[in-house]
């Protein structure tokens, strides 16, 4: 599985962006799919995941702002990110694993990431 991601940008506080991850290859509606965030001088952290029945996990950093979903039929995971914050300025990464996973190890494929960055 090949992922590409898309979507970052420079945003203000308060704004809102979407990201998106279209996934090459077969069998994407059975992965478990996965956005990661890694800020300057810190570790990779998990944002959001989804099931392949559409079951969702978030940061506690990002519950109530950012949504996850997925279009089994475009190949693609969205991650829609509203009331943005300075903080949430980082590269995002999507990911794919086998089963339901938050954690990076658990995650067997990675797109490149796209960089969002909040300004004030």
């Known amino acids: 599985v090949q992922l590409q991601a898309s979507g970052g940008g420079l945003v203000q506080s308060g704004g809102s962006l979407r990201l998106s991850c279209t996934a090459s290859?077969?069998?994407?509606?059975?992965?478990?799919m996965g956005w990661f965030r890694r800020a300057p001088g810190m570790e990779r952290e998990f944002v959001a995941g989804i099931s392949w029945t559409d079951y969702t996990d978030y940061a506690e950093s990002v519950k109530g702002r950012y949504t996850i979903s997925r279009d089994n039929a475009k190949n693609t995971v969205y991650l829609q990110m509203n009331s943005l914050k300075i903080e949430d300025t980082a590269v995002y990464y999507c990911?794919?694993?086998?089963?339901?996973?938050?954690?990076?190890?658990?995650?067997?494929?990675w797109g490149q990431g796209t960089q969002v960055t909040v300004s004030s």
């Open positions: 990911a794919a694993a086998v089963f339901r996973a938050t954690t990076a190890l658990q995650y067997r494929y």
């Open positions: 290859g077969r069998s994407f509606s059975t992965y478990h």
